[in-house]
């Protein structure tokens, strides 16, 4: 091993540890990373060739695989859209009655001056979800990220041009959630065990509440960041906590299920 | 000597932009075809794959880049690979230049022992901010699945660039004979 007395090992060996020790510390001190900035800016185009690329293989594989399912789909959806104009009708009437009560009671929702900004997921990690849209578009650190069939987790780092998304199934990550089959309230925390599937643990609801497996689990509106109603996942399992003999329910993220493409940020506003 | 050196510079840089787009693939793969959700590292991947050709000195610097870069891209908390692939790219780079062959049991062996060892480096960075939970699961099924993976997809390639790189060189050897051949007569 005379190699391990070489100058030129010694020094890679210090450049490496450099690299590896001060990135790490400044990210710790929460500063933004320049060497992170820079690699993700320079990967912007990169990354929308290769979102291009990946959604043609999609469109053409999906062509084939899916024309049975497309077409039974499309008959159960005529059916079921005749059924739907006929509430219609009826909403709207609701609808117009709920404007009149919320001016005369003065209620406003919290996020009804914020708009959501639409993003593509241009890469998926086992950390983070990457979108292809950053600062430029208004997109803020700690804001809530939702897709069609859910929400997806919270913004963690923005530049120009990409943002990383921190998925809810992620350690570090809870939510103030509601279980809307039975009105019982908690929080939905990740777990390192159940991140791998897609899980998260619904916990810290009232001793008597009683979740069965099923019911959909939706955001509560309560704290700053998350809207309410938006829907986070099924719960697949209830057991109880050994100690407190609070029920403890395992959540499939409906937003893991479905693997979006295109995102909605909620824009903090000015 | 002259008309050599545009030839590598433009070599490099294709290199360079293929290691890049290398790091990136490992994004791109959708999360519904991953096994468990995890992919191979691709830093480790190319820096074995470019080590085992170039040897330890290249080795140690392409490693230390692909490992920055990987990092940065994947928005690691903890900046591990730099190290990692640095000490991976020494190891099989030296091996190379002591072998001189790129396929081999020990290439197999020693591409293991740097694969756990990258890994673990990598990933008790990560244990330091998580739950004893966490931990246990990270080092007895993640750890196991993610050095599997890489393993498999490494040796792969090595193989595929060995066959490749083989078929060349006999192609080279068979014009050579077929000039002698012809400067003979």
Redesign the interface.
């Known amino acids: 091993m005379k ?1 391990l007395t070489n100058k ?2 010694i020094i ?2 210090c ?3 450099f ?3 001060v ?2 510390v400044w ?1 710790m001190l929460g500063r933004s ?1 320049l ?2 900035s ?3 800016t320079v ?1 912007v185009p ?2 929308w060739v ?2 291009k690329i ?1 959604d043609g293989f ?1 469109g053409f594989g999906s062509y084939f695989s899916s024309m049975d399912r497309l077409l039974k789909e499309n008959e159960d959806l005529t059916k079921e859209n005749e059924s739907l104009r006929a509430e219609i009708y009826d909403l709207k009437r609701i609808e117009k009655e709920n404007d009149n009560l919320k001016k005369y009671i003065n209620l406003d929702s919290n996020y009804q001056n914020n708009k959501w900004i639409a993003a593509k997921v ?7 979800w ?1 979108i292809n849209c950053g600062t430029e578009a208004g997109i803020k650190t700690g804001r809530p990220v939702v897709s069609s069939s859910g929400a997806i987790g919270t913004v ?2 923005a530049g120009v041009g990409w943002a ?1 998304v921190k998925p809810i199934w992620k ?2 990550v809870s939510i103030s959630a509601v279980d809307v089959d039975t009105d019982c309230m908690g929080e939905v925390t990740s ?3 159940l ?4 899980q998260c643990r619904f916990s810290g609801t009232e001793e008597s509440a009683k979740m069965q497996v099923g019911d959909i689990v939706m955001t509560s509106g309560m704290g700053s960041s998350w809207p309410g109603n938006v829907v986070i996942g099924e719960i697949l399992d209830v057991q109880y906590d050994a100690f407190s003999r609070v029920p403890v329910a395992v959540v499939q993220i409906a937003a ?1 299920t479905n ?1 979006p493409d295109v995102v909605l940020v909620l824009d903090g506003g000015s | 000597m002259r008309d050599t050196k545009p030839k590598t510079i433009i070599k490099a840089v294709l290199i360079g932009i293929g290691c ?2 290398g790091l ?9 075809a991953r096994l ?4 191979p590292d691709m830093a480790i991947c190319l820096t074995v794959l470019i080590a085992s050709r170039v040897g ?2 290249k080795g ?2 392409i490693g ?1 880049i692909l ?3 990987h ?13 990692a692939c ?2 991976i790219g ?1 190891l099989v780079g ?1 091996l190379f230049e002591q072998t001189k062959q790129q396929m081999g049991k020990q290439m197999c062996l020693l591409v293991l022992v740097a694969e756990v060892s990258a890994h673990t480096i990598r990933i008790l ?1 990560e244990l330091l ?3 004893r ?2 931990v246990v ?2 080092l007895f ?2 750890l196991p699945i993610q050095v599997l993976l890489t393993l498999s997809f490494t040796l792969v390639s090595l193989f595929i660039s060995h066959v490749i790189t083989t078929k060349k060189h006999k192609e080279e050897k068979r014009q050579q004979y077929q000039a002698d051949v012809a400067a003979e007569r």
């Open positions: 190699l030129f090992f890679c060996l450049v490496a540890l690299f590896s020790v990135p790490t990210l990373d060497i992170r820079t690699v993700n990967a990169f990354r290769g979102s990946s999609k241009v890469a998926t990690t086992d950390l983070v990457t963690t780092e990383y350690s570090g777990s390192t065990d991140a791998i599937k897609g893991f693997n | 890049f787009l990136l693939f490992e994004g791109w793969w959708p999360l519904n468990f959700g995890l992919m330890w000195k140690c610097v230390l490992g920055l870069v990092d940065a891209l994947l928005a690691s908390t903890i900046y591990a690979d730099p190290l640095m000490l020494f030296n960075g901010i998580q739950s939970t966490g699961f990270t099924v993640v």
